[in-house]
């Protein structure tokens, strides 16, 4: 085994949990239901999962260009991969050598970080500060060394639900000109915030999205990283040709055909994340201003640690939430989130708190 491996963990996610539960918020899946048309679709297909889709045949040269016209930029700019997370681990092999470093802040996603990691490089991570918990572009900014191959900007951030200002990523962009910058939008749909438009202005631009949480497709797998031409050629050099499936390959082209229904949903979205934000705050529960499809909350004002309140959930509703520090382990026991969820779930939810509350 090369020595830089030795310290990546092979990967099985999954808490332990006793009681199955009946419903799953904890990983901020889409919990709508999918269009009827993406449905019919994927059951069409369904009989030819025996063959293979790949780069540059027919319906792939199409999700492109129906991407393109969705996030506003040209089709030979989107470079086409099964999900974030493969992206994420497959993107820094062009730019990555062993003892380069990739920058961030902390607690973020982590993929990108990890796969820096297998292709030898370091993490230089900034911690978030409590109690507000936002990315600070300055310290970002500062942590760049002549060995910082890769800044990395989730925004809205996973876990913490908090977008960054278009401005402050820019001004990480403008000044990491010798680093590959990676703006993670895998929100885009509920935040609605971008800067997809710019790749061309700046050659150390990558911006990348998903169809798993404003469409529903994260069994799908289907994912896309944008930026300019050039950049798009370098990344398409470490992929074969045949990452894709069928299954999210036709699923995007059906739920970009179908966008006034995906609309309806980022709007309830949006208002339900209103109403249950002000319930919660009621109780005494802090809640962060989410650009995101999930709620990120402060919940020790309920007298209970974090992993206690997700249990229960779990054994009173058989409601699984997020116990975020279990996942994100330099945080304070104090914090849960969930997806948000379809009415009847979110009156439970509302409940639950009240009883923990009292």
């Not at 963990?9 to 808490?15: D, F, P, R, S, V």
């Not at 998903?210 to 944008?226: C, H, Q």
Request: proline share 5%.
């Amino acid at each position: 085994m090369l020595p830089y491996l030795e310290k990546c963990e092979a990967a099985a996610y999954g808490a332990k949990i006793k009681i199955k539960p009946e419903v799953r918020l904890n990983l901020n899946e889409f919990q709508f239901d999918l269009s009827p048309k993406v449905i019919e679709t994927l059951r069409k297909h369904a009989p030819l999962a025996k063959t293979y889709v790949y780069l540059g045949d027919e319906p792939t040269a199409g999700l492109q260009q129906k991407i393109a016209d969705y996030a506003g930029v040209e089709s030979n700019e989107i470079v086409l991969d099964e999900a974030l997370d493969q992206a994420f681990n497959r993107l820094p092999k062009p730019f990555i050598a062993p003892g380069d470093n990739i920058v961030s802040m902390a607690p973020t996603y982590p993929e990108l970080i990890l796969g820096v990691e297998r292709c030898g490089g370091k993490r230089r991570l900034i911690p978030l500060h409590e109690p507000d918990l936002r990315q600070d572009p300055e310290k970002i900014i500062a942590a760049i060394d002549s060995k910082t191959k890769m800044v990395f900007v989730c925004s809205p951030n996973n876990p913490t639900s908090l977008k960054m200002e278009r401005g402050d990523i820019l001004k990480i962009v403008e000044n990491a000109k010798k680093s590959i910058v990676v703006v993670d939008e895998c929100y885009y749909e509920y935040c609605g915030e971008t800067v997809a438009d710019v790749i061309n202005e700046y050659e150390n631009l990558f911006v990348a999205r998903s169809f798993s949480k404003g469409f529903g497709l994260a069994g799908g797998r289907m994912a896309y990283i944008m930026a300019s031409k050039e950049n798009c050629e370098v990344f398409g050099k470490v992929l074969n040709g045949f990452e894709l499936n069928r299954f999210g390959v036709f699923g995007a082209i059906a739920s970009l055909d179908d966008l006034g229904y995906y609309k309806g949903i980022w709007k309830t979205v949006a208002e339900e994340k209103r109403k249950l934000r002000a319930e919660f705050e009621k109780l005494g529960i802090k809640v962060w201003d989410s650009s995101t499809s999930f709620l990120f909350m402060d919940t020790s004002s309920l007298g209970k640690n974090s992993t206690e309140i997700r249990d229960f959930f779990l054994e009173e509703y058989k409601i699984l939430i997020r116990d975020v520090p279990a996942t994100f382990t330099d945080l304070s026991k104090k914090y849960n989130s969930f997806a948000m969820p379809k009415p009847e779930v979110a009156k439970k939810l509302v409940e639950g708190m009240k009883r923990l509350a009292e």
